[in-house]
């Protein structure tokens, strides 16, 4: 079965500074996507990034990135110069090439400091 | 209206009571979920429905039905619920046979008394 396991129950960052979040996934499938969704409080969540398996080159959104590292099973999330709009939970999620199944990990919960 | 839309934001009801949850996709998408948000727990996903699937969560209890009557509604009936069924319940749809990223409504923060 496939599980998305985020490490991190609560991060902080300065606001400007840099930071990574951390996501391991497990699954025997080769072909599949990954996801980070933001939710900030009492607000939608909304995708921040995605990454095809099947692409080597690491996405980016602004500033947002990803390092993805396939043989490790590896998806974590860099923000880089945090805005206080930042400040949210942060999700990452699976789902295979077929079927329209997502997991999604327990989440990040980041908080920006002024 | 835009995106993903839910209604009631928020619900109170009794553990006696019915009431239904609605959603509604405005992007053209052709599949529809609902998921259960608690606490420190990952997104349950309760239930799917697209062009090629209708997937339920077997782990879902019956006092939860849903209904797809076309490809932009969806909705959620509740019957006699119990108290630990309060949660965030959010609505998502998506494009199949793409990316497949979900967009997500706002969700009903449900509490059961």
């Known amino acids: 079965a496939q599980t998305v396991t985020q490490s991190q129950p609560e991060m902080s960052v300065q606001e400007a500074e840099t930071v990574t979040l951390s996501c391991t996934y497990d699954t025997s499938e080769s072909d599949y996507y990954l996801f980070w969704y933001k939710q900030p409080p009492s607000r939608q969540m909304i995708l921040v990034i995605r990454?095809?398996?099947?692409?080597?080159q690491n996405a980016t959104e602004n500033r947002f990135s990803v390092n993805f590292q396939k043989a490790a099973k590896s998806f974590s999330l860099k923000i880089s110069d945090s805005q206080l709009g930042d400040a949210a939970m942060y999700f990452c999620a699976y789902r295979k090439n077929t079927g329209n199944q997502f997991y999604f990990g327990t989440g990040t919960s980041l908080t920006v400091i002024p | 209206e835009t995106g993903v839309t839910q209604t009631p934001r928020h619900l109170v009801m009794g553990m006696t009571n019915k009431k239904s949850l609605k959603c509604e996709q405005h992007l053209g998408h052709n599949a529809m979920y609902w998921y259960k948000q608690s606490a420190k727990k990952p997104l349950e996903l309760m239930f799917v429905?697209?062009?090629?699937?209708?997937?339920e969560n077997n782990s879902v209890p019956s006092r939860f039905s849903p209904e797809c009557p076309n490809s932009s509604h969806l909705f959620l009936h509740l019957h006699t619920l119990q108290p630990e069924d309060s949660a965030l319940y959010l609505c998502?749809?998506?494009?199949?046979?793409?990316?497949?990223?979900?967009?997500f409504g706002p969700g009903t923060r449900l509490t059961v008394t």
């Open positions: 998502a749809s998506s494009q199949v046979r793409t990316t497949g990223e979900q967009y």
């Open positions: 990454q095809e398996a099947y692409k080597q």
């Open positions: 429905y697209s062009l090629e699937e209708r997937v």
